[in-house]
């Protein structure tokens, strides 16, 4: 297996698709990841990564993505400013879907074009949010769920078609 991809980064899983938080330390990473977790009633949501996340390109064809991983010595464990390491649900592995870059509030778009980044060769969505809108946890996942391969927005431009 190829080395791994070592990325500053918090990464979550909801379902069968994970995302990857980007951002500055005092970017609300941890935050998000925690909310994203506190909040889901069905209690899916995992941690796979917080702090430093591990990307393989694993599998071959239309069977290739990337798939996330926690270093060893940080699975599990999420950092909350103010309260120190937790101890979090989590998932050993979680292949990854989307990048979202946490940014200042007025630098969210109100309507996005179609972003992408290609990272080991594959290209993924980038959706830029704030971490510390009351409403990110809930279009984050609203993200995850509507996934369209072909990015943000849809081909008819709105999240997951008419």
Do not use: N, W
């Not at 297996?1 to 980064?9: I, S, T, V």
């Not at 599998?59 to 400013?81: K, T």
Request: charged share 20%; hydrophobic share 45%.
């Amino acid at each position: 297996m190829a080395e791994p991809l070592y990325m500053h980064g918090t990464c979550v899983s909801s379902g069968a698709r994970a995302v990857l938080l980007r951002g500055p330390s005092g970017a609300g990473k941890s935050d998000l990841a925690f909310r994203l977790i506190r909040e889901d009633p069905t209690g899916e949501t995992r941690l796979v990564a917080d702090d430093q996340v591990a990307l393989h390109l694993e599998g071959q064809g239309d069977g290739q993505g990337i798939i996330a991983r926690a270093p060893a010595v940080l699975a599990g464990l999420l950092e909350l400013r103010g309260l120190g390491l937790l101890t979090v649900p989590c998932a050993p592995e979680a292949p990854l879907s989307l990048i979202v870059d946490l940014v200042a509030r007025a630098d969210v778009p109100r309507l996005p074009e179609a972003r992408y980044e290609e990272i080991l060769g594959y290209r993924l969505p980038v959706l830029a949010l704030h971490a510390f809108d009351g409403t990110a946890p809930a279009k984050l996942r609203l993200a995850l769920e509507t996934l369209p391969d072909s990015g943000f927005p849809g081909p008819d431009g709105r999240l997951g078609g008419r």
